[in-house]
């Protein structure tokens, strides 16, 4: 399938069955697009200006495990869009540029994944996705990736690192209720995670010249964003190590404190 065509359909047409396109290879044609303000959807799972809390526990119940899935599909399907979007948006003119955006290219095969694994679990448990409000923020940084150093920085480093704390501390909240399937799933993420992080990793380490590599991560980060985003409130080291982060990364990333409140939330216990 043509880049063009595949970006286009993830982008700019709103069904599900669209987003999940399944493209064995990508021929790396002209993309000759332009980067929507906001990728398009259908109505019923369009993005909502409600807000809606993530539950704080209690997930034996079925309702309150369908919103923490919805909230974790959602994230998926915005990488699966991001993700796109920066393949129209890098160059694919080098050998380098080409391993780049097949690496881009793989992990968004995850992601579309794991949006199909989050979902068919929403509709074990009697749900749909679109039946709880999605939130647009990780796309809002969007405009904020013009090269690939700026994709690694926010992507592979902010916020799927992110998730190497968060998919392993919400895979130990579901099986502390008995909740194997959605814990699997999770489990599933998180090994998937290890190698997107790392993927990051090796090409920000292969451009950062002298600097630490926590120094260049955090000179392409876009304000406002910074490393907090990267971490829950509990720092998986083991996975850090996986994706080939070096010790003096993770010792800054460990205490490094701001005010962002989801890694300072009082429900989190170890």
Excluded: C
Aim: charged letters at 30%; aromatic letters at 14%.
């Amino acid at each position: 399938m043509k880049l063009s065509e595949f970006t286009h359909s993830i982008l700019n047409v709103g069904s599900i069955e669209s987003k999940l396109v399944d493209a064995k290879s990508l021929e790396f044609n002209d993309t000759s697009g332009e980067i929507p303000d906001l990728p398009a959807r259908d109505k019923y799972f369009d993005f909502s200006k409600k807000q809606l809390r993530f539950p704080k526990g209690n997930f034996h119940e079925d309702k309150r495990r369908a919103m923490a899935l919805s909230s974790f599909a959602n994230h998926e399907l915005l990488a699966v869009e991001i993700m796109a979007a920066s393949l129209v948006v890098l160059p694919h003119k080098t050998a380098e540029d080409k391993k780049i955006k097949l690496g881009i290219f793989n992990s968004l095969k995850d992601e579309q994944r794991h949006f199909k694994m989050y979902v068919q679990r929403m509709n074990e448990l009697g749900f749909e996705f679109g039946d709880f409000p999605l939130n647009v923020f990780f796309w809002k940084y969007m405009k904020d990736i013009k090269d690939a150093n700026s994709y690694f920085a926010v992507m592979s480093l902010t916020f799927e690192a992110a998730n190497l704390d968060f998919a392993k501390y919400f895979e130990d909240q579901f099986r502390q209720v008995g909740d194997d399937k959605t814990a699997d799933i999770l489990d599933e993420v998180y090994r998937d995670e290890i190698s997107h992080v790392a993927l990051g990793v090796k090409f920000l380490n292969k451009w950062r010249d002298d600097k630490s590599l926590w120094d260049y991560y955090v000179g392409h980060l876009p304000f406002p964003l910074t490393p907090a985003r990267s971490k829950g409130q509990f720092v998986n080291e083991e996975a850090r190590v996986a994706s080939k982060f070096d010790s003096d990364f993770i010792e800054r990333l460990v205490k490094y404190t701001d005010d962002y409140e989801v890694t300072a939330r009082r429900h989190w216990k170890k």
